[in-house]
């Protein structure tokens, strides 16, 4: 015969050979609590949500607060094109947090002209000494 006894926050269930030989009769309570997402039911911005990683509370957080939200109800088309002032306010903020949010040119993602001259030389060497 099968029994549940509950330990603490826990409910262990304990079942016979009978009762595993079948398909499972046990039935589990639904999970109450729903994901926290982006977006709230009610339409609003969630801001504790763990997908910004933070950006709404960083040091240019009003600045991003203030940009998506704008974004969020924008209803221009396309979308978003009437926030531009508030991201760039946010754009220049983060600018200013280079150890924060980054910079790209330390990255190597934006080649300056010196590297670009450098490789258009390196190119130019290449096929003189094919031909």
């Known amino acids: ?3 549940c006894k509950q330990e603490g926050k826990d409910r262990v269930i304990f079942v016979t050979e009978e009762d595993q030989d079948g398909p499972s009769k046990v039935s589990l309570p639904e999970d109450d609590e729903q994901p926290a997402g982006l ?3 009610d339409g609003e911005i969630n801001w504790a949500c763990p997908c910004l990683g ?3 509370t960083g040091p240019c957080g009003v600045e991003f607060r203030e940009a998506f939200t704008c974004f969020h109800y924008s209803s221009a088309d396309p979308k978003g094109s009437d926030c531009l002032e508030p991201f760039r306010q ?3 903020c983060m600018s200013n947090y280079p150890n924060v949010y980054g910079n790209k040119e330390e990255k190597g993602e934006m080649p300056t002209e010196e590297t ?3 490789s258009d030389t390196q190119q130019s060497k290449e096929v003189e ?3």
Do not use: F, T
């Open 1 to 3: 015969m099968s029994y």
């Open 39 to 41: 977006i709230q039911p």
């Open 54 to 56: 933070g950006m709404a």
């Open 90 to 92: 946010m754009s220049e």
């Open 116 to 118: 670009e001259k450098s």
């Open 129 to 131: 000494a094919k031909a």
